[in-house]
């Protein structure tokens, strides 16, 4: 794994000593610290100004003892009574943005997963380079609004948090688009969500062999958003736009699915071109990711985005999920993080999956 | 709690023996009674005209004997039989509907929670004086038509099981409204809703605190709802509604949801809230209660209703769910119910949970 | 059971040896071989062309051994090594469509259920004879346009997975239709729609009692169906059309779901009477099938499709849902196929649940 030489001793000293998962009380810190906690692991976690108050009432989550930080950018601060503790960050979505990602990458503390990842993930440019390259199927993007010839979504650059989106069923929808700042169209691709929990072992060497490890897929769910869930209740897309209600696609929360047994092989084809393609690019993504795509009704698979670590979809499934059933029992992938952890451990491969 | 001084001999007769948890076979009872059974309870299930015949299809959740009354509003006449058995009535929203408030109110046996509650709920004004005194965020009422600044839903009063609403984007939309009695105007919430399925306990001091006892989270789902769900398939609401469909809103199951972890210090503070508000009010709400409320895009919680006791909802989860898999392996609501009378039982403190 | 008499030695030969739970490589493998590994079962898988790699990632529902066959088509030419490892076939919605109906029927290896359900499922009208005279309530026919009084759906026959519906608010709206090929015309439900796992036991004589046997609800789900599930978000039924997007209805996932506990007569009824009938028709349904149907805002139960096995919702709970988990713990509906070999292979009962 790209580790940069700064981190080769940090990752040296947690060779003989016990472990401690730390993470920012955030996002899946509960299933996280949960997960680890199974596999009696110490835990650690970061909070920002005090613990947060409703850990207290999920006694099996809690963690054993907590750092707390004025501000989530001042993390690195503490990188000395992290480290004295035998830490090991796992990384969310709430933590790298709240951390913000040069902060994150800079972090003189040992990190699950690869952080080289960051780069190619943060920006949308490179992610899609890194998919495209991979032979992943996505939705088409258009250079100018004269090039639509079907469905489009209009995402403004840097908008943040699902909003900013405008949809549109044909170009004629677009005729008087004034857009407000820089922004790119995609098209629109008709058909049902699915965010795929995988998770990367470059250490194990039986399941579903890619590169020098195996992919294990632990879940799936499809994310829940306001308001477009819920909008169509109120009346049709194009009156309540006459009446001034703009569609949002910000995430509150999610629900379990599953997607049908014969798409399976497409899916596990579309994990492993992603892993394959990113040990070429930059040395590997390790542990959780999430790719999240598109079913058509030709049962095709179109991926509109990937999360390069655990996502908190995976708060579902803090006892199993329809798929982690079938790998081993009561598998959430909190747990499935921490088992990494040992085994990188007591195989002396510690370096495979910290960085 | 509020103990009518009636009830104090009924429960003290609890304390040395053995407890029957006793309810009417609907709603939420195979739960009830497959909670109660894990805590090796005795249950009773309180049948109108016969045993249920579903019930013998789930051995582990069939209660060990029945009381077959008339009428649901009849039950009242076996109160000697019920305390016979060492009875604790769980009331669910079957039960209470069914049996009709005053009587339930005037039942000469021992129940779980504070009846105190349901004056507070059953009446939508006392309702909303206790959530806004609260300090609970709702969505807003409009006093008339000419109120209305965005989109409205109008609720007639006394509508039954989610018929007879009007939806509107806007004040044009109900400018040709003609009531056909009395009704309620209030702010429609664009956002998704999310079903908090909470429990307090005034015996426990672990955990989130609040008042005496502590606070739990231990589910949560979203409820189906018959038509108003799948409408859109069809058409749009404006066009259906020109057709002479009208969306409605009749509860016919529920789906299973997480809400996103940054979330949960906001639903525990509205939990935490309308459980103080209701100490100082009457005595205090105690064990299953459920807040019902709309994640609007801005990732505000606006609570629309709240149920004073188990909500169907819960049983989704007679194993355990994505929240209580983080307090106790296997937790139902109904589990949960059984071991807070144990509890009471063996710290001689029934009061507290009994009323 | 209507056992053909070409049948009988291969059932007999299955007396005093080892069974294998032998499927297909799709659909609802993974939890069927899942379910008959959790009784100890051997299981075999069927593969065309080569086994699946994505079966590599299931370590507990791997099969111990694969058939690998040219084209599904070709599976009954293996039926002496089929049979040499004592193998029980379970046919899933795959199995039959990819090997065709006429060489599954012909297949000369032991079957768990009735085949000749077969012959009525198959065809929409003798499905519809058998459903109709078992007094189950179904959508209304409408023999031409001009019957039409609300909203309709016209499927063309041969309609493939999903395709090719035209739905309507009312008999305007078909005004212009012209019709591609032969169709019918369906009254169009509002409601939600509850897909329920049932299971018949022939052998069972506790539980829900039908016919000779009993009745058992395993779970619950919901399909997931592209591209009509999501289509709102784009615009209104009517503007979509009119852009030339057609709603289709392909399922491509499922998501888990409970129903409103008071329902559960109604449906337990509609179980039964379907399997009263078929049991007078044919000799009887045993094992999974699946009732499709929508609960209205009047809380009815409108039946529009069954299916006479194991369906691709069940995969949505191989460790057990929230029916199945007041039956027995950790109970999936492959689990219970293969319990029901094992007890009519102990009881020498295997011709009531094998053809």
Not at 92 to 100: A, D, I, K, P, R
Not at 156 to 173: C, E, I, M, T
């Amino acid at each position: 794994m790209g580790t940069r030489p700064s981190s080769r001793a940090l990752i040296d000293a947690l060779r003989h000593r016990p472990v401690t998962v730390a993470t920012l009380c955030s996002h899946s810190s509960l299933q996280i610290f949960h997960g680890a906690r199974m596999e009696r692991l110490s835990t650690l976690g970061i909070a920002v100004g005090k613990p947060p108050r409703y850990y207290e009432a999920f006694p099996l989550a809690r963690p054993d003892s907590y750092l707390t930080v004025p501000k989530a950018t001042e993390v690195g601060k503490y990188a000395k009574q992290l480290n004295a503790l035998g830490s090991v960050i796992v990384p969310h979505g709430s933590f790298v943005e709240y951390m913000g990602a040069d902060r994150f990458q800079a972090l003189q503390v040992p990190v699950f997963g690869n952080r080289a990842v960051l780069g190619w993930e943060s920006d949308r440019r490179k992610e899609r380079a890194w998919l495209d390259s991979a032979g992943v199927s996505m939705p088409r993007r258009y250079e100018t609004i004269d090039d639509i010839d079907g469905p489009a979504i209009v995402k403004y650059y840097g908008a943040k948090g699902g909003k900013g989106f405008v949809l549109a069923k044909n170009r004629s929808d677009l005729k008087d688009f004034k857009p407000s700042g820089p922004y790119v169209i995609q098209e629109y691709v008709l058909g049902t969500r699915y965010y795929l929990h995988f998770f990367y072992s470059p250490l194990s060497r039986d399941g579903y062999r890619v590169g020098p490890g195996s992919l294990e897929l632990l879940g799936m769910d499809r994310r829940d958003e306001a308001n477009i869930d819920e909008l169509y209740k109120l009346g049709s897309q194009e009156e309540l736009t006459r009446a001034g209600m703009r569609p949002t696609f910000v995430v509150t929360g999610n629900v379990p699915v599953v997607a049908r047994e014969s798409l399976l092989p497409k899916l596990f084809d579309v994990g492993a071109r992603i892993i394959e393609r990113s040990i070429e690019l930059f040395g590997g993504m390790t542990g959780p990711f999430c790719v999240e795509g598109i079913v058509t009704e030709e049962l095709e698979f179109k991926v509109f985005e990937i999360s390069a670590r655990i996502v908190a979809g995976t708060n579902l499934f803090p006892n199993g999920s329809s798929y982690s059933d079938l790998v081993a029992p009561q598998l959430s992938m909190g747990r499935r993080i921490a088992q990494e952890i040992l085994r990188a451990q007591s195989e002396d491969r510690l370096d495979a999956v910290i960085s």
